[in-house]
């Protein structure tokens, strides 16, 4: 992809505590989604984060494990958008 000319890949995280993937049922857990970014990176491509905070099952101890990830992630930008049910 790279060598393509691809320049970033945005991935839709959405949440990293495992309760709100599970209730989202995204049971992706945050660990190989930090892998996958590392390995874009590894490669050239800037790995860019979606997060959605607000939802159902949001606590504060589920938003500050979103943003002790976020200091620690590879990703290099992170979009953060509420929760907004239609």
Avoid: H
Avoid at 19 to 39: C, F, H, Q, R
């Amino acid at each position: 992809m790279k060598k393509s000319g691809c320049l970033q890949i945005s991935f839709g995280v959405e949440a990293v505590a495992t309760e709100i993937l599970e209730g989202y049922n995204k049971p992706l857990p945050a660990e190989i989604t930090d892998k996958v970014m590392e390995l874009v990176g590894d490669y050239g491509i800037i790995p860019r984060a979606f997060l959605v905070v607000g939802g159902e099952y949001e606590t504060k101890e589920t938003l500050r494990s979103l943003i002790d990830w976020g200091k620690r992630s590879p990703t290099l930008a992170f979009r953060i958008a509420y929760m907004t049910p239609f």
